[in-house]
Structure formats: structure tokens, C-alpha cells
């Protein structure tokens, strides 16, 4: 072997037979591209807006804070002071749709990593996502419900949101029990 010539070794894990560790594959995988550009349009207005950036902070690992949040118009910020990272959108009265007019897509601020908890993880968002559950398994539980998201989701719900989540969808696909009495 010449002094200019490179030996490529393939070197393998021997303990990889044995011992696989694949990367968890989540339901929230998809949220991370969520947001992706100047000009998208989001049809189901405001509330459809809201629901993707808290999708998408919640698997990108940031969190936000609002400085315009009207049925008109939309602006999150990164939460970190000085960080570049935001988004503006506003309604298009023409066709009723939300659509992003400004985008600063790169945090600055390093805080972007996710984690298995995260305050944007709410009742609403649970009830959401659990919705096609409750419909078919009406005795769902909301410790049923911890463990299905851990699992499903790589998110550790509180208690607390897991059972609101689990009334909310429970109302609105059988009615509210304390008012049909």
C-alpha cells in the first residue's frame, strides 16, 4: 500500500445482532414540517392556524408567545429573548383562508430541542387527537389515555389534561351529562 492510498475498514457493531435500538417512529413525526413557508394558506382560518403552530412547537421543541393573536391576524414569537425565530399570518378575506405573509423559520437561539413534555400539549389538543378512540372505546380512561400518548406520541401527558381531554371528546360525541339532566 502506497503512503497516498486510503484503507477503508468496514467496521461493524458486533453487539448490533443482538442489541437494535431503532429510533422510536411518533404520531407527532408529521407536525414537524407543519410550517413550512411565505404564502401558505391554512382553510380552516384562525383556529386551524393556531392548532398547526402548536403541532408544530411542540415537535420542534420551542415554545412561543403571542404578540398579535386576533381572528384578523397572527404573530408568535420565539420565547427566548433575542431569538430570531417568528411568524406573522393573517386572514385573507377573499377566500377566508389564513395565510402566512412573514416567516423567520431558523432559531437563533439554540432552545429548540423536544422533549417528552410540553406546555402546549393541552386538554383541546388531547381531545383532538383521541377523538376516532372515545368513538370506538367509550370506556376510555384517562390513565389509558397517559399511557397511549407515551406510547403513540413520546409525549407524557399531566393527569389533569388527560382527563379534560377525555370529557371533552366524550361531550361532544355523546352530549354533556351534567346538562341532559
Known sequence: ?????????????????????????YL?????DLIEEVGQ??????????EVLQKFSIENGFEYIFVKNDKYR??????VVGCEWHVHAILNRTNGAFCIKDLQYDHNCGS?????KHK??????IANEIASIVEKKSKSTPINMVDFFLDKYGLDLAYHN???????????LYGD?????
Open 28 to 32: 407527532t413525526d408529521g407536525w414537524a
Open 162 to 172: 388527560a382527563w379534560l381531554g377525555v370529557e371533552k371528546e366524550m361531550g361532544e
Open 112 to 116: 429548540t430541542y423536544r422533549t417528552n
Open 41 to 50: 394558506e391554512f382553510p380552516g382560518g384562525v383556529k386551524e392556524f393556531r
Open 177 to 181: 351529562y351534567e346538562r341532559s339532566l
Open 74 to 79: 397572527v404573530t408568535a414569537n420565539c420565547v
Open 1 to 25: 500500500m502506497d503512503i497516498g492510498e486510503v484503507e477503508v475498514v468496514n467496521r461493524k457493531d458486533p453487539l448490533e445482532k443482538f442489541c437494535q435500538h431503532p429510533e422510536p417512529r
Open 120 to 125: 402546549r400539549v393541552t386538554s383541546t389538543l
